[in-house]
Nanobody, 126 residues
Framework: EVQLVESGGGSVQAGGSLTLSCTASGFTLDDYTMGWFRQAPGREREGVSVILNTDDKTGIRTYYEASVKGRFTISSDNAGSTVFLQMNNLKPEDTAVYYC???????????????WGQGTQVTVSS
């Protein structure tokens, strides 16, 4: 059974940092692209970052939404079963529920991801 469990959300002041973790059951990065989406109140879900194992000489590839590039870093453990999102220099506009996702495509389209975690709240105060 495929399952994604997130942890690490919380409340911080602007400029602070948080690290989200997502542990996968039933698969690893060898099987699916993994990543993070977020949803703020009154807004649609948006892709934040994705990570995939290309199975070629390129190895691991990562992609970031423009507003988080340079502040957020996505990574995985050696087994490819846990994905992390290190979030630095957080801004109030980063406030949202963050969801771990897994699917076959490396896109920022929510419909392309078949598996979703339960979500973890990140709140950034000014």
């Amino acid at each position: 059974e495929v399952q994604l469990v997130e942890s690490g959300g919380g409340s911080v002041q602007a400029g602070g940092s948080l690290t989200l973790s997502c542990t996968a059951s039933g698969f690893t990065l060898d099987d699916y692209t993994m990543g993070w989406f977020r949803q703020a109140p009154g807004r649609e879900r948006e892709g934040v970052s994705v990570i995939l194992n290309t199975d070629d000489k390129t190895g691991i590839r990562t992609y970031y939404e423009a507003s988080v590039k340079g502040r957020f870093t996505i990574s995985s453990d050696n087994a490819g079963s846990t994905v992390f999102l290190q979030m630095n220099n957080l801004k109030p506009e980063d406030t949202a529920v963050y969801y771990c996702v897994a699917g076959d495509s490396a896109t920022f389209e929510a419909d392309d991801y078949d598996y979703w975690g339960q979500g973890t709240q990140v709140t950034v105060s000014s």
